[in-house]
């Protein structure tokens, strides 16, 4: 059977000369959300609450809002929402509130261990304007890139950090007073250095747990019936997140779920990092915002260790964080240093990728965006995929979610690791899905996540 985040999932891909969306969205009735809390009293934000670089996808939108629970920390005990224009954090509520959202999310024992819980909403309100019906999953890559760089940013301080994906979805958005415009998406939990907890890493982040929702769909919501369902939404994204939200998490099945496997086709091994993971780590504080362009990529050739570099530092940042091991990472080489042109599978535990198709034509693999103009010369690109329908039978509709929030620390990794090689890689929003699916002989059952491209900027 397929699930409704299938069909929400095709309602969101871009087709040449289409007709529009049928399910006319009512997003002008809406109440926007009141970021201002008047009267609430305010403390410095320091260096450990701030997002170390912007997210990779956000297209400037700020799409992402960040609170903290706080335990034994700088400030009082509470939770807090990090206002980063301001550079404040301004305190929500005390020890009842901090109880009431700790309560939402499973292992007890280990997240009342945490001394900082930061919860990630997406503000709907700000990108659907612009990708309308596609601004859901978008939000939630902008979420998982937000992520990323909390992970990043902690472990470059030796603290441990855990991604956790499963929790009650309204008792969080009750005790933060969300709008209906605001909906909790992530959470990321960060212990000291010397903490003993261990929680879900298995193969160094290759391998995660995640909690499924399977069990709660008591109703599938399928092709048949969805046009009456979503007439009771504003947008059939409304429609999506309620299905993916947990009410009862005694429901949820934990999922672990690893990818070993060789496959068929040429291996090709990685050659070693060209720093080591500690450098890498160092290096970040020295990196600050970069103005993001859109224009073609100045034409060039990619040094094999820079181009092994990107796809190993991708663990840094802890693949398959928010699920389990479903996402397919697809690399489209161009003009890499010894490595044939061609279509690879990239498998992270064996450090290798795996020829699947020996044609990459750049100028069609160009005329499969919507702007091709900004995707020439670039020297590889990395294409994420999963299969929903697979990805929804072992998680629930939650799974979708899953899919997003991982494809957005991907993406936001490789941005991080190319400035750190003096190159540039972008997230393109806008391509062909089938048309780019059928180039790249993806098969029939995967749908395409994200495209990140790879390639050098022009000098600014």
Known sequence: MRYF???????????????????????????????????CN??????????????????????VCVYAVVHGGDVPDGVYYVDREESKL?????????KSILASFPEQDFITEAQTIFIYTGLLERAVWRFREAAYRQVQMDVGSACANTILLAKSRGQKVFALGGFVDDSIAVALKLGATEMPMAAIAVFPEKSMVAFNSVDDGVGELAYSNHAE???????????????????????????????????????????????????????????TNEYYLRELWYLRTDKKVAAPFVHGTLDLDDFSSLLRWLELAQLNAF???????????????????GVYRYIPVRKSIYMQSGSANPKKFNKCFAVPEQVQNSMFAVVLTSNLNESCQVLGNRGYRYMNLNAGVLAESLYVSARLLNKTAREEHFFYHDELKKLLDIPETESIISTVLIGKSPAR
């Open 217 to 275: 769909m008591s109703a599938y919501v399928g092709e048949a019936e969805s046009n009456f369902e979503i007439s009771r939404y504003p947008s059939r994204f409304m429609l999506q997140n309620h299905l993916e939200n947990i009410d009862d998490l005694n429901l949820c099945m934990k999922v672990r779920r690893l990818n070993v496997q060789a496959l068929p086709g040429d291996e090709f091994p990685l050659t070693p990092s060209k720093f």
């Open 5 to 39: 985040s299938e069909i929400y999932h095709e309602s969101t891909q871009y087709i040449p000369h289409g007709s529009g969306d049928p399910v006319i969205m009512h997003w002008e009735k809406q109440a926007y959300a009141d970021k201002r809390y008047e009267g």
């Open 90 to 98: 301004v305190k929500l509520g005390g020890a009842d509130a901090r």
């Open 42 to 63: 305010r403390y410095p934000l320091t260096a450990a609450f701030m997002p170390l670089l912007a997210p990779i996808s956000a297209d400037y939108l700020n799409p």
């Open 323 to 341: 699920g389990a091991g479903l996402i397919k990472i697809w690399v489209v080489v161009f003009d890499v240093m010894f490595v044939y042109a």
